[in-house]
């Protein structure tokens, strides 16, 4: 495929995540020996899952023109239900881990629901809906074990629950989260990029009363994206859990800030309508790979969340940056597609 | 007349029987019954606020009736949402564009039908395929590179194209169009109409509203007029004429007219563009205009879409920096560095797009009047609402709103109050100079009348007014002289009753010959 400049010039900014992450990949790795370890980039990828898979989920809300607070909270409650149900169990009962798990993304998902039929049925502005939902799932979180710790959920040494195994075992040498990350990441980017329903959820966040003219049922639209950042953050919430075989109330605080930072790094607009879900995992990965080389050099806690701040500032600037170069340079983009398309066709 | 309707020659394809809609206290549609012929132009008529849209908006199932039934095929149909309508067939072309600005040509095409393969994937490659036949159809022929341009990129009125596409891709019955031609070039008006007569000859029924008298007269086969929700006439091409029309809309006699007032010639220069060019998106906009407006003089700018008009009078407010040229103010050269500058020199404009441009919608009428002259009313920081109270009647009345209340939204207010509004705004800055791009769109035929009043009035008072159009009738109403546009560039000028539609045309159109 031949290309003019000007396709190149927002083929660049638009790879900018991907070239940033490139650069601090070679940055860290030059000053700090240990940093480019098979071990090291096994934890960093396992942190890295945790923001990704909330992220992912964010991604569509975001895009939908929504945003989604409670993922910390959710991911809090779902360990705790699922710590509850294989400690305390059901009606006296233990449950099995998968039923203890699927329970735990049932209940995600409600939470999730819960958001999408107060944005859409009662009309409360999704900011506000979640911010209700992340103190009501804290306080669930906290409710069931009166703010204790459910502990050794990877069973006894003589009986294993098979628990652990979830956040903690290894396929093909990478971490389960990992593998967890990359198919959720892969189907949510063929679902959005690929799909009428990824394609509605662009429209809606585009110009919802188009949308809505052109016959695209909205609120639907808008209650799935909820409860899928839901299930999204109810499998960080297990991993979570699994990893540290015991589940606390307090898990996934201030989560659904990294989240939104690592959507806002990959491109995507908070107005909606604009953005990918490649986006939001090159994001997400930026800032766990920021956050790891720093602490291998050293640099002091305190420093590194001013970094961390300044670099989400910097890629928003940027962003509103490449769209008034994009508009600058649309005569020529318009040529070279023109030109584009008579080879093609 | 009832009589040659009922015996004509095309079968009814959809017939809305007693349509009423109220919302709140107001009925806005009054047991309206409404047929659309198959293979014909259904055209609607009304002043704003008739009741045209509300029809529309309950056929294509954007809002539901209070009474009434819709009856195709000799059923009735439910239609509750947009979805249902579609689906039987029913396409709707808004007059508000429903074109999603972050999704392609194609994919706008498509939205909300997606072709689909595999079960679960769309189906980018035949949505392309048939995009593209589509676009063929509208006069828009595009490669698959331009159909895969974001369409927030492309002119109203390609985006108006784009969505007439849509319809045609999903093969509607019938097609509504809600002034379609109001954001189009004459160019594009004409590969319209084409396709129009093509759709009528494959017996799709078609309803248009618009404001524009002389293309309802061309195109129209049935005609139903309303006013005040209710039908205030009907009747076949061959018994309809100009004057019934207006008759019927406005229950009274007489088109829009105006005073022209005399030609000032004595009166000081106000106004002075001298070699102004303008870059747009990397092209030349407006290339060395030179023109001169009179104290008191009202001088039109009659152009096409794109043809640099509205960027002239952007510039002229302060909107964007020239690369070249300067404006003189008063014998004074002027630097119009930003809008705020402008506005001290003495120069405000009334933006085209007043919804999205000008008005506020959650405030009321004295506080979109006053919002631009706020720092007039402050005392120590507070605002003098007696004061501001006092000086935004006194202008209301000078534009003559017709409110019961300047303390209603503005929204309760018709197009044609609201773009008084508007003015009333730009007047409360004491401007030297009045720029007006397009100050009647979307606005019924009295209004206009009224607004041509107005604005000749302020002439008489020593303002000098500079406007844009589209309409050569506007153009012959307001003006003292009309300058015509192309290219960025003054194609011609012309003394007020001392030129035709034609030779205007003709000026205005870029290159005659270029593009068969």
Redesign the interface.
């Known amino acids: 495929m031949r290309m003019g400049w000007a396709d190149t010039v927002v083929l660049l900014l638009k790879l900018r995540a991907v070239l940033v992450l490139i650069v601090l990949l070679i940055l860290f790795s030059a000053l700090t020996p240990s940093f480019l370890t098979a071990n090291n980039l096994s934890i960093l990828a396992k942190h890295v899952a945790i923001s990704a898979l909330l992220a992912v989920g964010m991604t569509f809300v975001v895009l939908a023109g929504g945003i989604d607070l409670s993922v910390g909270s959710i991911a809090g409650l779902s360990g705790m239900v699922a710590g509850g149900l294989l400690t305390v169990g059901l009606f006296g009962h233990s449950t099995g881990v998968v039923a203890a798990v699927l329970i735990a993304l049932l209940v995600s998902g409600f939470v999730g629901l819960l958001n999408g039929v107060m944005v859409t049925q009662f009309g409360v502005a999704p900011f506000i809906a979640t911010l209700g939902t992340l103190y009501i799932a804290r306080g669930a979180a906290l409710l069931l074990s009166h703010g204790a710790t459910f502990p050794n959920l990877a069973g006894t040494a003589t009986k294993s629950t098979g628990f652990a195994s979830i956040g903690q075992s290894f396929f093909l040498g990478v971490p389960t989260p990992v593998w967890m990350m990359a198919v959720v990441g892969a189907i949510a980017a063929?679902v959005s990029l690929?799909?009428?329903f990824?394609?509605?959820v662009?429209?809606v966040?585009?110009?919802e009363?188009?949308?809505?003219?052109?016959?695209?049922?909205v609120e639907q639209i808008k209650v799935i994206t909820y409860v899928f950042s839901g299930v999204c953050a109810g499998l960080v919430g297990i991993v979570i859990a699994s990893q540290l075989e015991s589940a606390h109330p307090a898990t996934g605080e201030s989560f659904e800030l990294n989240a939104i930072a690592a959507v806002v790094l990959g491109g995507t607009s908070l107005m909606g309508?604009?953005g990918s879900v490649g986006g939001s995992l090159i994001g997400a990965f930026v800032i766990g790979v920021l956050a790891d080389g720093l602490v291998m050099m050293g640099v002091s806690e305190f420093w590194q969340i001013v970094i961390k701040g300044v670099v989400i500032v910097l890629a928003v600037t940027v962003d509103q940056l490449q769209l008034r170069l994009q508009?600058?340079?649309?005569?020529?983009l318009?040529r070279?597609?023109?030109?584009?398309?008579?080879v093609?066709? | 007349m009832t009589e040659s309707i009922q015996g004509s020659l095309h079968p009814i394809a959809l017939e809305a029987r007693g349509m009423s809609k109220r919302y709140g206290a107001q009925l806005a549609l009054n047991d309206v019954t409404f047929r659309v012929r198959r293979g014909a132009v259904n055209v609607l008529i009304g002043e704003n606020g008739a009741g045209k849209s509300t029809l529309m908006k309950l056929i294509a199932g954007?809002e539901g009736p209070t009474a009434g039934e819709i009856w195709m095929d000799g059923k009735v149909l439910r239609i509750r949402?947009?979805?249902d309508a579609?689906a039987a067939g029913i396409a709707?072309v808004?007059q508000e564009?429903?074109?999603?600005?972050?999704?392609n040509v194609s994919?706008n095409i498509f939205?909300?039908?997606?072709l689909?393969r595999a079960g679960?994937?769309?189906d980018?490659r035949n949505e392309e395929e048939q995009s593209g036949v589509a676009l063929q159809h509208v006069g828009m022929p595009?490669?698959?590179?331009?159909?895969?341009?974001t369409s927030g990129?492309l002119s109203l009125g390609c985006r108006q194209l784009v969505e007439l596409a849509?319809s045609l891709a999903h093969g509607a019955k019938i097609l509504i169009l809600d002034e379609p031609t109001s954001a189009l070039s004459a160019a594009e008006a004409a590969t319209l109409y084409r396709v129009i007569e093509d759709l009528k000859s494959r017996g799709v029924g078609i309803v248009y509203i618009s404001h524009r008298l002389h293309e309802l007269l061309h195109l129209g086969d049935y005609f139903t007029v309303l006013r005040d929700g209710r039908v205030a006439g009907e009747g076949v091409r061959a018994d309809v004429d100009r004057a019934w029309i207006v008759e019927c809309m406005s229950g009274r006699h007489g088109t829009a007219s105006a005073p022209v007032g005399e030609v000032r010639s004595a009166a000081e220069m106000t106004l002075v563009v001298e070699e102004l060019s303008v870059r747009q998106?990397?092209?030349p906009a407006v290339n060395g205009v030179n023109l001169e407006v009179r104290k008191g003089e009202v001088v039109g700018i009659y152009g096409l879409l794109g043809s640099g008009r509205t960027e002239l009078l952007e510039t002229l407010a302060g909107l964007h920096r020239p690369t070249a040229g300067r404006v003189k103010l008063c014998g004074k050269v002027a630097e119009l560095k930003n809008v705020t500058a402008a506005i001290r020199a003495g120069i405000t404009l009334a933006p085209e797009d007043r919804q999205r441009d000008s008005l506020i919608p959650d405030l009321s009428i004295r506080e979109n009047i006053s919002l631009a002259a706020l720092e007039n009313f402050s005392r120590h920081g507070f605002l003098a609402r007696a004061d501001e109270a006092g000086e935004v009647k006194g202008i209301a009345d000078q534009v003559q709103i017709s409110a019961q209340d300047l303390e209603l939204p503005v929204t309760t207010l018709s197009g044609g109050n609201q773009q008084k509004v508007v003015l009333a705004r730009c007047l409360m800055r004491r401007p030297i100079v009045l720029l007006l791009d397009e100050p009647t769109r979307g606005v019924d035929v009295r209004a206009k009348a009224d607004i041509y009043a107005v604005l000749r009035g302020l002439a008489m008072q020593g303002l000098s007014v500079l406007f844009t159009t589209s309409e050569m009738e506007e153009a012959r109403l307001l003006a003292d002289r009309v300058l015509v546009m192309a290219r960025g560039r003054i194609a011609a000028e012309f003394q007020a009753g001392n030129f035709t539609d034609e030779a205007l045309f003709a000026a205005a159109s870029p290159m005659v010959g270029a593009s068969a």
């Not at chain 1, 508009?327 to 020529?332: N, Q, V």
């Not at chain 2, 564009?97 to 999704?103: E, F, K, R, S």
């Not at chain 2, 939205?111 to 997606?114: I, K, T």
């Open positions: 063929v690929r799909t009428p990824g394609r509605h662009y429209a966040g585009g110009n009363r188009a949308a809505r003219l052109s016959g695209i049922r309508g604009r508009s600058r340079l649309m005569p020529a318009l070279s597609r023109a030109s584009l398309g008579k093609t066709i | 954007v949402s947009p979805r579609t709707i808004h564009l429903a074109v999603l600005d972050n999704l994919e939205a909300g039908r997606e689909v679960v994937l769309v980018q595009m490669n698959l590179g331009e159909m895969r341009i990129d849509r998106s990397g092209r």
